[in-house]
């Protein structure tokens, strides 16, 4: 459970849990507990319902200071973000309803070879070419991000 005794959302127990439990995105935000996308599913957890200050010091304790900077000019930010060895997180900072809200999806900590990810060989080959255009589609969390880092 990541919550402490004095009804705290604590970041490293929050992560923990998404790590240990294959989540693929925590979504933080003002309004509703911790929501956990595991298996195509959308799970609250269940933990106190998060506050603006809540969403804001969980996203202080995670956000280098020049993100800080630029999510109050922009109204937003995205970066990496690593949980010690455990695992590495990518990281959308925005701002919803004049709230802070957050958006971390769990990246692979270690890079697959595109043989691990089963790319097939004519595909490997067509990104030697010295010209030409290689798109990789497809819906939310299917592995375009993985497939194209595996290959350059």
């Known amino acids: 459970m990541p919550e402490e005794a004095g009804g705290t959302i ?5 992560l923990t849990a998404a790590v240990k439990g294959g989540v693929s995105d925590i979504h933080i935000t003002k309004g509703l507990p911790p929501v956990f996308r595991q298996d195509g599913g959308m799970k609250p957890q269940k933990t106190k319902v998060l506050t603006a200050d809540d969403t804001n010091s969980l996203m202080k304790s995670i956000t280098p200071e020049r993100c800080q900077a630029e999510l109050a000019e922009m109204g937003g930010t995205d ?11 990518r990281v959308s ?12 999806r769990q990246i692979p900590n270690k890079m ?6 089963g790319v097939p060989d004519v595909c490997q080959r067509l990104v030697t070419r010295p010209r030409g255009l290689f798109l990789v589609t497809g819906p939310t969390g299917s592995g375009k991000s993985t497939t194209l880092a595996s290959l350059i």
């Open 112 to 117: 697959l070879t595109p043989e691990q990810l």
């Open 10 to 14: 604590m970041i490293d127990k929050l």
């Open 79 to 89: 970066f990496g973000f690593a949980f010690g060895d455990m695992a590495r997180f």
């Open 93 to 104: 900072v925005f701002k919803q309803r004049g709230s802070i809200a957050m958006v971390l």
